[in-house]
Structure formats: structure tokens, C-alpha cells
């Protein structure tokens, strides 16, 4: 097998954002999306709490960590198998989680969810994962589309700083989780430690004029949604399974309003959902819209369903869903669970801008 010259390394150095957490002012550019005051804006109906932990000079210098959801790989053109060689790093980082919050996330590649990596049927993959040296905790990764122990979990478990490798075949298309896999594994997924691996059938995946990336995760903190500071990872409520927030890449309301995802009216779109979980099933449904083709489970090896209005996808799993745009509109892509839109953070948006269709829909008093 050769190597493939086209595929980009997964091994991204994302850009250091600096902000002023809280500061209205502030925009930060993320990969040609715009993150603004309002993409932190918080429910209007949130608690509003204040923590007693003022935000401190260090937790203002926290990352942006959700990722950008239209920095994914191309769709596989190529009909031989290559091999790939792919880099992973685990790092602990202080990140942004709404206006005014910031949160201790655990993250593949600094960003959450970890960059999507995309194959094809037959290729092989030698992995590389390295733990950042100021981490402070083992982390492992467990690939959903490998076949052997633990997805790979106990070849790759590694200390602060230290490094391992593997290779797999990806023997089976689909798109699958992985996710980090030590012992404390639900908090490492919660605090934002899993992505996805598309593995596309040998045929490829129909046309599709533009594609999105989201992860959807909760968070247990001992503050209420809507505080702000440095906010504390709560293990009793993760026992309980009763998250304050529930979230898109780790950020509340990164991809809505001004900062809304963009598409036009006759394109047909593509969205690649991971559940992180580590505890919650989406049922995901995008509000003005419905899935025309949708593949429930990432399963692609499979006809597609059509007109599915919301998909269950439970977490660890993945949903690769299809939208037509006749209209223009805003989508609301949500969990239909929807205290979790209205009170804890989950949404975003893709604004469908052109030409009006009275036809199809038309407000008429
Ligand atoms: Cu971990």
C-alpha cells in the first residue's frame, strides 16, 4: 500500500486563542468562525449563579476549545486502500465553557470533540498517541473501529508525557467513537475526551455540498448552569447521572446566532454527530428540518432511513445524518430532550440563507 499524499494529518497544531473570559468585547477567530459575546451567552432563563471562585488571570488565559465544526477531512474520492500515519494528543487544558465560565477539559488535540479522522474501507492506520507533559493523568484511547482489546485501549495506555503507538485495518465502514478509556473514563469523556473515525464504505458516501462536525457531551459541575469562574467537576452528580450542562463541543452556544453555521438554499448538507455521553442519549433532531438520509448509529454499511424526524443516539455512538435546504431558514440542531436546550446549553444553529419559496413555506398572517 502506498501512502496517501492528499490526506491531511490529524496531528493539528490549533492556533493558542487568548481571551478575557466574560469580556463582551472580545471576539476570538477559530479556523474562519467568528466566536463572539453571543456565542457565550448564556440561557435566558439560567440560573445565573455566581461561584465564589472569581475568575483568576489564569483561568482568562483559557483556550478555546471547541472545535470548529467545518474543519473536518474531505470526502474520500480514491478507490485503493492507503496507509495512514496518525498522531493523537491527549492535554489537559483550561478552556472556555460559556460567558464568564471556564472549565478544566481533558481533550484530544486541544480541541473538543477530537478531530475527526476519515478513511476508507481496507486502509491501515499506525496511531501515534502522546500524553502532553504537563498533563496529571494517564489517558488511553479506545477506537470504536478496531477490532481487539479494548479498541486499542491497553496498547495505548500512557503516563503524563509519555507515548505509544499501534496499528489497525480498518476492516468494517462506518462512522465510530473513540474515546478515552482508563478507569476513570466516564469524567475523561465528560471533560471532552472523545471524537470520531469515519470509515467510508469502499463506494464512498453520496455528494453533498457541504459537511459539519459536532460532538454532543454533558458536564457535571458543582456550580449551576450559568455561573461563572473556574468551574469544579462534580463526581456526585456524574453517579447520578444529572448534568448542569449539555453541550456542542464543549462550549455553550459556540455555533449560534451571529456565529450560527452557514449554508444556502438547493445545497444538500451533511452532519457527522458524535455522542460522548458519557451517560445521556441524544435524541437529536434538527428543528425546521428533518433527516432526509440518516444512518442511525453511524451504521454505513446500511440503506439509509428517510425523513427521520428525530434519531437516538446513544453515547458511544455516532449519527451521520442529511439535510435538503428548499428553504431559507434557521435549523436548530438539539436534542429533543429539550431541558437540555432550554436550561443547559445545547444548540447550534446553521442559518440557510437565499431566495424565498413561498411555494414551500411561506408566514402569511
Ligand atoms: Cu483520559
Redesign the pocket.
Known sequence: MKRDPHTPSVDISRRCFLGQAGTGALLLGLGGLTLSEHAFATAPHSAGATTDSPVSPAAQAALVVAADPTRLPSPIQRKHSVHHDITLE?REVRGHLADGSVFDF?TWNGQVPGPMIRVRQGDTITLTVRSAASNT????VDMHAVFGTGGGSSATLMPPGGSRREFFKCMYPGAFIYH?A?PN?DE?ISRG?FGMIVVEPEDGLPPVDREFYLGQHELYTKEPFGSTGLLQFDYSSMEHEDPNFVLFNGTVGAFTGASALKAKVGETIRVFMVSGGPNLTSSFHPIGNVWKNCWPQGALANAPLHYVQTQSVPPGSCFVGEMELPVPETIKLVDHALTRVARKGLLAEIAVEGQANPGAYRAIS
Open positions: 491527549a481533558m493523568r494517564p489517558h488511553s478515552c482508563v473514563m475523561h475526551m
